[in-house]
């Protein structure tokens, strides 16, 4: 089946330091990730869109500057945040889509992100 | 602006009985609706999804009635177990073919299944 691992489940940054984190799709090719966070609230907010063989797509309020996002084949992506504050605090969810399919967008289990 | 809702915020349903999560959505374009269900420390899991050309999905225990005139839709979970009790979300994305759709989420609704 398809499954989508992320690494690391959880982690404490200092303010203004950076971190990565990855996200890896086993068992189906992931021509699409997309990145979100999860407040606390539930909310979900999609920071970008990275399709292979095409531009990484940001959404409002996200810049490549602030998540640096890779898709560097099928099954790997990973996105930091630079200088993370307090306000990017929350659970980020990579989540992927198969070659070819239909759109079922299968998510990783997140990696929770603590700013002290 | 919000173009996926969901009612109720929460819910509570004894064991055995069906619980009713409602949608509706802003955008005519939408024409996949996935559900996911999410259980605390988890990320979201594909539950059961529904495409605009049918008014019906049926998954086990799930189903997904759906009105595109009225542009709502609802997940039935039939015989509730107190394993069901988790967020459910409802999503949707127009062109269900295109990898580079993205999802539009509801703020989810928080089920409560008491044995």
């Known amino acids: 089946g398809a499954l989508v691992y992320q690494y690391p489940r959880r982690t404490i940054c200092k303010s203004g330091t950076s971190m990565r984190m990855e996200c890896q799709a086993v068992g189906f090719q992931a021509t699409s990730v997309a990145w979100y966070r999860q407040s606390p609230q539930k909310t979900f907010e999609l920071i970008a869109l990275s399709t292979v063989n095409s531009a990484i797509k940001y959404e409002q309020n996200f810049t490549q500057e602030k998540f640096p996002i890779s898709h560097p084949n099928l099954s790997f992506s990973s996105m930091t945040v630079l200088n993370a504050y307090l306000e990017d605090r929350g659970l980020y969810l990579c989540?992927?889509?198969?070659?070819?399919?239909?759109?079922?967008?299968?998510f990783g289990p997140g990696t929770r992100l603590t700013v002290l | 602006q919000q173009q996926v809702r969901q009612s109720p915020q929460s819910l509570t349903v004894w064991e055995g009985e069906t619980a009713i999560l409602n949608c509706s959505y802003e955008?005519?374009?939408?024409?996949?609706f996935p559900w996911y269900q999410q259980f605390p420390g988890e990320g979201p899991a594909l539950l059961i999804s529904?495409?605009?050309?049918?008014n019906k999905k049926e998954d086990g225990r799930f189903t997904i009635f759906f009105n595109k005139r009225e542009k709502k839709l609802s997940l039935h979970i039939a015989d509730s177990q107190p394993g069901d009790s988790a967020t459910y979300f409802c999503a949707a994305s127009e062109g269900q073919q295109g990898t580079g759709s993205k999802l539009s989420f509801g703020k989810g609704a928080k089920l409560t299944v008491s044995p």
């Open positions: 989540g992927a889509r198969e070659v070819g399919g239909y759109a079922e967008q299968f």
């Open positions: 955008n005519s374009a939408f024409d996949y």
């Open positions: 529904i495409l605009s050309v049918s």
